[in-house]
């Protein structure tokens, strides 16, 4: 009997809940159990509805729903991100981190209530196991939260739910029902935390306007895709009148809607505080100068390999080696910014981020002049994942070692920096997708012959990638003064091997999942 490969993914993610559980053990923790076994039953009533074409949208095909470990997320992150502000005694920050925790659970709730209405016949036994993890998830709420909190909460499943209904029809077969869930759950919370800070204070400053650099940037580019796949309906976009449009309502909205505001919430013009933060240090000119160095060499890679395909077949496509060398570029990117200057990289990939997606828009649109010598080049290194209209791996890539970076919690982080396995909480992106996925991939492709049960994944790829991981620890501890991992190799080594697990299994996006993990193991 061959071996299901949702069910030893989903051992993984339970895995995770009680290492989770045993390190928090509160009255939410126990919730994230119950949870996890509702998430568990819901997500078999969303394969069959994606496998039947029976769901309301269209999925990512060749995927399972993925509900079970996507629901995990926000609830874990909070609970461990909880745990360290307790430590250092910030209330503020201790009860953003409960509201994480039940924002994450109410968004699969959501999710699981929509799968139970719309699953003929109706599921009985998968509706009681629903609703009894749903009362008490909900009863524990009203003991927690206060009023405000649970405003807060409805807010951001308000937003979600509109959200999902607008992006989820313009964008067929981009995301699994988890992948939704999670990508669009943490756009939602963005832009909640946004509109909050902003009606809350017309201006602060002392504010970090790096804080907010990321929200205006992301709720931003949500406005301008949005505004675009709705007006392009009905104009043509591949028109020098259209890209002459498209790019005038761009500028505006940079230069008219989202540096005033930064303005307003920092009380920094925000041109003229990047250039005083750029030219600071010396060291952030060569980082910068790297930086774009490195950049130059990834769009050499890309026409090489275009070249390849003009002088041969049509149908030539990049191997699993060439797409990995973004990988690897990246780990040259971000880990000399995590050793040298932090600030400099959180911001850096907010711009790269911008910048990729604003690039996508013009691919997606034709945009001239960008537009189809774009849709020509990545079309070499698309992926059975890059199923629907948009080319999302790359931002994915760029998100799974980018978010590590900006969840670090600042204001729950003693002055000599996170202790034990914390230290390497940064570093979750790097290690996981940078290092760890790469080599199996590579290794896995080359080399592997013994295959795990039910997946194409080897057993060679994911030991050496559990190995390179281990290197790069090391590597780090040398590179990094702040990092002291103290007593806690064996656990350090432990997050890694589950993880490397949870790559070899899951049919998931692993450039974004697989961080997020690592970033919670390494966080308790």
């Known amino acids: ?18 290492c989770v559980h045993y390190a928090v053990w509160n009255q939410l923790s126990w919730c994230c159990i119950a949870l996890a076994v509702q998430a568990f039953y819901v997500q078999h009533k969303w394969d069959r509805l994606i496998r039947t074409g029976a769901a309301v949208f269209q999925f990512r095909p060749s995927a399972n729903s993925g509900v079970l470990p996507a629901s995990m997320v926000l609830p874990l992150l909070g609970l461990a991100l909880r745990g360290h502000c307790i430590a250092v005694g910030n209330i503020y920050m201790e009860r953003f981190a409960m509201v994480i925790t039940v924002i994450g659970m109410m968004l699969a709730l959501f999710l699981s209530l929509i799968a139970l209405g719309i699953t003929r016949p109706v599921p ?6 629903a609703g009894i993890a749903g009362s008490a998830i909900l009863y524990t709420v009203k003991q927690t939260l206060t009023v405000s909190e649970v405003i807060e909460v409805l807010e951001v499943l308000l937003i979600f739910v509109y959200l999902s209904l607008i992006l989820l029809y313009l964008l067929p077969r981009c995301f699994t029902p988890g992948e939704a869930l999670l990508i669009l759950g943490g756009i939602s919370f963005i832009i909640n935390q946004l509109i909050k800070r902003s009606l809350a204070s017309s201006g602060n400053a002392n504010a970090d306007p790096l804080t907010y650099f990321l929200p205006v940037a992301l709720l931003g580019l949500v406005l301008l895709g949005i505004f675009f796949a709705v007006l392009f309906v009905f104009m043509e976009s591949e028109t020098w009148s259209a890209s002459l449009f498209f790019h005038t309502m761009t500028a505006v909205l940079g230069l008219g809607l989202l540096v005033p505001w930064l303005t307003l919430l920092t009380q920094h013009h925000p041109i003229t505080w990047l250039m005083h933060f750029i030219t600071e240090t010396n060291t952030r000119l060569w980082l910068i100068g790297f930086w774009a160095a490195l950049l130059l060499l990834a769009v050499v890679v890309v026409m090489h390999q275009n070249s390849h395909r003009s002088a041969g077949s049509k149908k030539h496509q990049a191997s699993t080696t060439v797409r990995k060398y973004f990988h690897l570029l990246t780990v040259l990117t971000f880990a000399p910014g995590l050793a040298l200057d932090r600030p400099l990289l959180q911001l850096a990939s907010v711009v790269c981020l911008s910048a990729f997606l604003f690039l996508e828009f013009v691919r997606y649109f034709r945009i001239r002049p960008l537009g189809p010598p774009l849709r020509h080049l990545l079309t070499l290194f698309l992926d ?14 760029l998100l799974g070692v980018a978010l590590p970076v900006w969840l670090t919690p600042a204001s729950c982080t003693p002055n000599g920096g996170l202790g034990g396995a914390g230290g390497l909480v940064p570093y979750a992106g790097v290690l996981a997708v940078g290092v760890g996925d790469t080599v199996a991939s590579v290794f896995g492709s080359t080399v592997g012959e013994i295959h795990w049960p039910g997946t194409k994944k080897t057993f060679e790829g994911t030991a050496t990638s559990v190995f390179a991981q281990i290197i790069a620890v090391v590597v780090f501890l040398i590179a990094d003064s702040s990092i002291n991992l103290n007593a806690s190799y064996s656990w350090v080594v432990g997050s890694i091997t589950m993880v490397a697990m949870l790559e070899a299994y899951t049919s998931q996006i692993d450039n974004l999942l697989l961080p997020l993990y690592l970033y919670i193991l390494l966080l308790l």
Do not use: K, W
């Open 124 to 129: 009985t036994n998968t509706c009681v196991i």
């Open 384 to 397: 059975e994942r890059d199923s629907g209209p948009l080319i999302l791996t790359h931002i994915y890539l």
């Open 1 to 18: 009997m061959q071996l299901d490969p949702v069910l030893v993914e989903s051992a993984v993610v339970f895995g995770v809940v009680i």
